[in-house]
């Protein structure tokens, strides 16, 4: 018997920069990297509230190319909910703020923001901006779905 494989985390409010459209991502906690490792969210591009969380596959990890890896992750998805229209969103750089590194350490830590992820729009050929961090409550209250797909429950459900 396989046992469920508990997430947590909170959602990505992100803005494409061309058209100003809005689509969510979900960001996971863990307390390590290897606790998240091979959990993906896809968005569905014509109602991006709605999000589908899955894990790849022991056959996906295998899969030496990332582009080929994802793909076949998102091929599966689609064939599993009967949804075309699912794209994985794509983070292209991080956005560092900019502290006074003269001001000091003390000065730096208390300052300190964590690098913004810049992504790929899902909307087309434009950079998009997380704008904020929502609960996945807040999430639900707007609308939002979050779809679990295999043996994944959210933490709270535990």
Known sequence: MMSMRSI??????????????????????????????????LI????PTNLFITEMSPNELTIPDDVQALEAVRSRVIKETGIPDLVLPKVIRFDEKKGDTKAGFQTFLKSYEKPIPVYESIYGESEAIQIEKVSINEFQVLGGKIRLLGDICMSEEM
């Open 8 to 41: 947590d985390g909170q959602i990505r409010k992100i803005e494409s920069k061309l058209d100003s459209k809005i689509f969510y991502d979900f960001e996971f906690w863990a307390e390590s990297d290897e606790d998240t490792y091979g959990l993906l969210c």
């Open 44 to 47: 569905q591009s014509s109602d």
